[in-house]
C-alpha cells in the first residue's frame, strides 16, 4: 500500500490536469487555474511522500513525467492556443494547411509547448541526481503561461501592460520564450534546504520571501517577476560561485 501512494497523488496530478482542460476549453478560466494549482501541489507532494515513505521506484518516476506533459505541457498550451485563436474569426486548422492561410497559423506556436516540455522532461530523467535544475523546470515554465489568461483577465492589471499581453504576436512570442526557457543551458538552483548554516540556505530563503511579496503584493501579475526573478538570482548566483 505504502508504494501506491506516491504514484496515486501522481495520477491525481494527471487528473487534475485533464479536468484543467475540460475547464479550458469551457472557458472556465479560474476553474482551470485552480486544477493547474493542485497539479503543482500535487507534483510537489508525489516525490515528497516517496521519499518519506522511502518507496522511490523507477515506475513513479516515469508516471511522473507523463502527468507532467500533460500538466505542465498540453493544458498551458491548449490554454495559450484559446487565448490566440479569438484572434482570427471562424478559425479552422483544416483551411489553414488545405488553403493556405498561413497568417492563421500563428496559434498553433502553442504546440511548440508540449513538445518542449516532453524534451526537457526526458532530458532531466537522464540526468544523475544533481543539486541544480538544467533549464526552467516544466511547473515553473506552466506556470508562467498560465498566469497570462489570469493577467488579462485581472482588474489589478495596467492598461497598457493588457494593451501588450492581448494580441496573438505576443502571446505566440512567450510560447516560443517559454519554449527557450525549458531546455536553455543555464542552471537554476533548486528550493531544497540544505543542513548547515542559513548562509547555506540563503539564496532559496531570499527567493521565497520575494516570492511571498510579490505574490501578495501584485497578485497574479507577481508570477511572472517571480519566475524573471529565480532565473535572475540563479544565474548570479552560479556566476559567483564558477568566479
Do not use: H
Not at 103 to 127: I, W
Amino acid at each position: 500500500m505504502k508504494k501506491f501512494i506516491p504514484n496515486a497523488l501522481t495520477l491525481m496530478n494527471l487528473g487534475s490536469g485533464v479536468l484543467a482542460i475540460i475547464a479550458a476549453f469551457q472557458e472556465a478560466w479560474s476553474l482551470t487555474f485552480l486544477f493547474f494549482v493542485l497539479c503543482l501541489a500535487l507534483d510537489f507532494l508525489d516525490g515528497g511522500v516517496a521519499r518519506a515513505l522511502k518507496v522511490p521506484s523507477e515506475l513513479g518516476k516515469q508516471l511522473d513525467s507523463l502527468s507532467d506533459v500533460v500538466s505542465f505541457g498540453v493544458l498551458p498550451a491548449l490554454v495559450m492556443f484559446l487565448y490566440m485563436i479569438p484572434y482570427y474569426p471562424d478559425w479552422n486548422i483544416g483551411r489553414v494547411f488545405s488553403e493556405g492561410r498561413w497568417e492563421e497559423f500563428l496559434p498553433l506556436v502553442a504546440v511548440l509547448v508540449p513538445m518542449s516540455t516532453a524534451l526537457r522532461l526526458g532530458r532531466f530523467n537522464l540526468m544523475e541526481s544533481s543539486s541544480y535544475f538544467l533549464g526552467l523546470p516544466s511547473p515553473a515554465n506552466a506556470l508562467l503561461l498560465m498566469s497570462i489568461p489570469m493577467i488579462l483577465r485581472s482588474d489589478k492589471s495596467p492598461e497598457a501592460l493588457l494593451a501588450f499581453l492581448a494580441n496573438p504576436y505576443t502571446l505566440a512570442a512567450i510560447c516560443l520564450f517559454s519554449t527557450f526557457l525549458l531546455n536553455a543551458p543555464f542552471r537554476l538552483f533548486t528550493l531544497k534546504f540544505k543542513g548547515g548554516s542559513f548562509q547555506d540556505n540563503i539564496v532559496p530563503i531570499l527567493f521565497l520571501i520575494a516570492a511571498l511579496v510579490l505574490l501578495l503584493t501584485l497578485g497574479y501579475l507577481g508570477i511572472p517577476l517571480i519566475i524573471l526573478l529565480y532565473i535572475g538570482m540563479s544565474l548570479l548566483g552560479i556566476n559567483k560561485k564558477k568566479a
